[in-house]
């Protein structure tokens, strides 16, 4: 009874078609319309575009030539222009267009559609460039499938779910009277935002003020011609240790879900205001506004109190009541989130100029880009997930695979190879979901417990105490048989004679 129960049990995988994922690459198709006053010109840069992209690893680009017409020809402003191609063309998620307008300053200029405006006299090479390093991102997805580990990425692959975590920092508040609705500003500016990228990872935001919690940091003092006579130097190479002071008490719950802490710091007005200096002993302030990011903790924030609230405790009048800035620190917060959560696309091109973002939601083609970015990510994941894990099963006999993990990995590996051919059939959103519910169920296939079930009874201690239990009772049964042995040769013998 005890062998059959600690039997291990494993359901029938597809161990010979999951080890060969690797061998099939991950393509993606796109579709790039190209709009010129003169047809002629459209074909020309659509023929040298199929040219650079004929041999792409990665991409199967169709360039598509956008006709002309009587309403486009009569536009009189880029966003007029723009707005009618739109119309006129509709694109899939994914897609891209780029529109000729011969006044345009710069080469090119990225704007918050899927579109991009470029001058007349822009080069195929130019725009080959734009698609490679920002919109399709080929540096970064070359990272990502990459088997050199030295050049590879550390990011690990967008998780399912993210706790968005808001805290204000008053380590004196009897001091510093500073007033802020910041549930409210979360609700305003964070959580609109966080929705329209719920695509791929879901988020909960919270906020809380946490109060006599100071950063740990040597200050310097700073002369200056202010008002106040002096400001405070924080220096970058402190900012590591600044926050692992201040990490343990930022947690208000404990949560299974990765969290990224948003952290608005309100210095009291005896080491206000508080700037942050690099080695070189220069200020990093930009735009009146000192924060950083560390990925992919979080980001952090110094409100500096109003001069008039410090003149006054430096007068050692009353506490003065101020309101925090919102729109100021929720527009660095969402900076912020831009990039901790590797949405934007830092790269700089010579000639090539991006529109600010006027709106709450994210640029679609960058948006879009990191869509297509973590679909591949998570194909990337969930394929060496369960490739390792197969090959981990092949290693040692005694782990067990119940129904359960069993159709986890099955439907991971469906999910991986329906997401390919989404990919290859121009898909992205589909191919997004499909990315995401596979790298989700390799990862609880992989750490399920119940693999773990049978690894305390692996044969060579079932053998251990078998041997010692039946090995005493084995030496008389087989010292009855010798005996029986020897008495039937004695008999046969006697017979024969």
Same mark, same amino acid.
């Given at each position: ?33 190209? %709009? ?6 459209? !074909? ?29 020809? !009569? ?15 509709? !694109? ?44 399709? =991102? ?23 779910? %993210? ?32 929705? =329209? ?23 310097? =003092? ?175 006999? %005694? ?56 690894? %305390? ?41």
């Amino acid at each position: 009874m005890w062998w059959k129960t600690t039997t291990v049990y494993r359901v029938s995988l597809p161990s010979s078609d999951i080890l060969r994922l690797s061998e099939q690459p991950i393509r993606a198709a796109v579709q790039v319309g190209i %709009y010129t006053q003169q047809p002629s010109r459209a !074909q020309l840069l659509i023929s040298e575009l199929e040219s650079a992209f004929k041999d792409s690893e990665f991409w199967t680009v169709e360039f598509k030539l956008l006709a002309n017409f009587v309403k486009a020809s !009569q536009a009189h402003t880029p966003d007029a222009l723009e707005k009618l191609l739109l119309e006129a063309y509709p !694109q899939s998620v994914g897609d891209f267009m780029f529109i000729e307008w011969p006044k345009l300053e710069d080469e090119l200029l990225l704007t918050t559609e899927r579109s991009a405006l470029m001058r007349s006299d822009v080069s195929s090479s130019k725009l080959s460039q734009l698609l490679h390093s920002k919109i399709l =991102q080929t540096y970064r997805i070359n990272q990502i499938l990459t088997t050199d580990e030295r050049l590879g990425v550390k990011s690990e692959a967008p998780q399912p779910a %993210y706790d968005v975590i808001v805290s204000v920092l008053n380590p004196k508040p009897r001091l510093t009277h500073a007033q802020w609705n910041v549930a409210l500003a979360a609700q305003t500016y964070i959580e609109p935002f966080l929705a =329209q990228i719920s695509d791929i990872s879901s988020y909960t935001v919270r906020t809380q003020w946490k109060y006599r919690v100071s950063i740990e940091a040597d200050l310097k =003092q700073v002369r200056d011609q202010s008002k106040l006579g002096r400001h405070y130097a924080l220096q970058e190479s402190a900012l590591p240790h600044l926050l692992t002071s201040i990490a343990q008490n930022l947690s208000g719950s404990i949560t299974d879900k990765p969290v990224i802490n948003l952290v608005v710091y309100i210095p009291p007005c005896s080491s206000a205001p508080l700037h942050i200096y690099n080695n070189a002993n220069e200020m990093l302030t930009r735009n009146g506004v000192d924060a950083f990011i560390s990925p992919p903790w979080g980001g952090f924030i110094i409100a500096n109190p109003p001069e008039h609230v410090c003149l006054a405790h430096l007068n050692d009048e009353p506490p003065q009541t101020y309101y925090v800035n919102t729109n100021d620190n929720m527009q660095v917060m969402l900076d912020q989130l831009h990039k901790l959560l590797d949405i934007s696309s830092e790269v700089q091109i010579a000639g090539v100029k991006t529109v600010d973002i006027e709106q709450l939601a994210p640029r679609r083609w960058e948006y879009e880009s990191y869509m297509r970015r973590s679909a591949i990510r998570h194909i990337a994941t969930a394929s060496s997930t369960l490739e390792s894990l197969i090959k981990l099963l092949d290693q040692i006999s %005694y782990i067990v695979i119940d129904d359960k993990v069993g159709t986890a990995i099955t439907n991971s590996y469906g999910d991986i190879l329906a997401a390919k051919v989404a990919l290859l059939e121009h898909r992205l959103l589909d191919a997004s979901a499909l990315a995401k519910r596979a790298f989700v169920a390799s990862e609880r296939g992989f750490f399920d417990a119940s693999l773990l079930a049978q690894l %305390y009874f692996p044969d060579e201690q079932k053998y251990a105490i078998y041997i010692p239990l039946f090995l005493p009772v084995m030496v008389p049964v087989l010292s009855s048989f010798n005996m029986l042995r020897k008495l039937l040769q004695r008999r046969r013998k006697e017979k024969q004679q």
